[in-house]
């Protein structure tokens, strides 16, 4: 597909994402190599065994390109015996990424080798939280969660390979066709950088092809989730790329990579769910797993099992001490939910309104998101106090507050 394009693929290359990647870096067709996946190979080989795990939104939970490339991997080393983590949940950013790393991957069996993809969600899902927050604040937010995310990595195998794939949604396409660095790109390449990891540029190479005409948006599916040709032109990057990285001689053992010091002090790198057995309930909260058939709206099945924190009585409070710099709850906002008032170390109530713009209606859905309720505490334990809020959104039914997960940092 690729046959006699690779000069100009260079080029491009260059010329779209110099102010981003750096200039020594190796580019071919979208692919920015950076630090070699050497060791996961050495693991795969010697070991006989290999842990693999994608992290990201839909498009890795989808069973598309992760499926393809997990069947390149068994592929291409046959006697391996491998481990597949698959960790993609729909219309969750990097910063709810970064909070679910321990639970989600880490839990399951420390990678050797790990995927992550949140340039779409972070730049997709976030435009849903600019109306809640400064919008200046967003990428604030994406940096902290995908540096947390590989600090967390590295810190648990200083000797994980790491790839970072760049999806491409409508949007950013456009930009991509004008010669522009969309807003994701150009701050999850920052970190890349930084952190030495090898990206896989989806909306680049898509935009090479439609210039020389050898595929197009709408055959890759005309939507940021790839369709079936969409798939397999992701997974022949993949292939570009582990022919690069995979070829000579097995290299005779493998080596730590260095942390470098962090782009931002207050990323997520200690980012963990707060145990709800040490949240202190006061009357209206309850954990429980929602009878979900009872209560309006949709919800789609990761949240349906397992019990949550609610409750639907205003002025109910709950309480709970942390440890770190950050807290804030990953939330379920449904067509009736209303709002929370959060109190940090005794200060005043801050107003937090969680009703979505996806709630609407007795079949919307009951929206997943992080939403952060303090960021740059002062490092050490502080107590929160969370209140069922006495008004709620005029689109919404109710004053349901429901908490999939407490978040801190």
């Known amino acids: 597909m690729f046959t006699g394009m690779f000069s100009r693929r260079i080029v491009f290359a260059i010329l779209?994402?110099?102010?981003?990647?750096?200039?020594?870096?190796?580019?071919?067709?979208g692919i920015v190599r950076r630090t070699p996946l050497t060791n996961s190979r050495y693991i795969f080989e010697t070991t006989g065994k290999g842990t693999v795990a994608f992290l990201g939104g839909s498009i890795t939970?989808?069973?598309?390109?992760?499926?393809q490339v997990i069947d390149e991997l068994r592929r291409r080393f046959p006697k391996t015996e491998f481990t597949f983590t698959s960790a993609g949940i729909s219309s969750t950013c990097s910063d709810t990424g970064a909070y679910r790393f321990r639970e989600d991957v880490l839990d399951k069996g420390v990678p050797d080798l790990l995927f992550v993809e949140y340039a779409v969600n972070d730049s997709g899902d976030g435009y849903y939280l600019r109306g809640r927050h400064d919008p200046a604040t967003y990428n604030t937010h994406s940096l902290r969660g995908v540096e947390g995310i590989l600090r967390q990595a590295r810190r648990a195998n200083p000797k994980m390979d790491l790839v970072m794939t760049f999806f491409v949604a409508g949007g950013q396409l456009a930009e991509l066709r004008q010669g522009?660095?969309?807003t994701a790109y150009a701050c999850h390449g920052k970190i890349a950088e930084h952190y030495g990891v090898t990206t896989v540029s989806i909306g680049e190479a898509l935009a090479v092809a439609e210039k020389s005409?050898?595929?197009d948006w709408k055959r890759y599916g005309a939507d940021c989730h790839p369709h079936r040709e969409?798939?397999?032109?992701i997974t022949n990057l993949y292939r570009s790329l582990f022919d690069t990285e995979w070829t000579g001689g097995l290299p005779n053992g493998s080596v730590a990579y260095p942390l470098p010091a962090s782009i931002d002090p207050l990323s997520y790198a200690n980012a963990r769910f707060l145990p709800f057995s040490e949240i202190l309930l006061g009357d209206g909260w309850q954990v429980l797993q929602p009878d979900w058939k009872a209560i309006p709206g949709n919800n789609r099945a990761n949240y349906c099992k397992g019990k949550i924190l609610t409750s639907e009585k205003p002025g109910a409070v709950c309480s709970f001490t942390f440890?770190?710099?950050?807290?804030?709850?990953?939330v379920l906002a449904g067509p009736d939910s209303g709002s929370v008032e959060v109190s940090i170390d005794d200060q005043p109530f801050q107003h937090f309104e969680l009703f979505s713009p996806y709630s609407k209606g007795a079949r919307g859905l009951h929206y997943p998101f992080v939403e952060t309720f303090a960021d740059g505490l002062p490092a050490g334990t502080h107590t929160v106090r969370l209140r069922v809020g006495e008004s709620a959104n005029s689109a919404s039914i109710g004053h349901a507050v429901r908490l999939f997960r407490i978040c801190v940092n």
């Open 16 to 29: 779209l994402l110099g102010r981003v990647f750096s200039t020594d870096a190796s580019t071919l067709d």
């Open 61 to 67: 939970e989808m069973p598309g390109w992760r499926v």
């Open 180 to 182: 522009k660095i969309p």
């Open 213 to 215: 005409g050898t595929f």
């Open 230 to 233: 969409g798939c397999v032109f």
């Open 323 to 330: 440890t770190g710099t950050a807290v804030g709850a990953w």
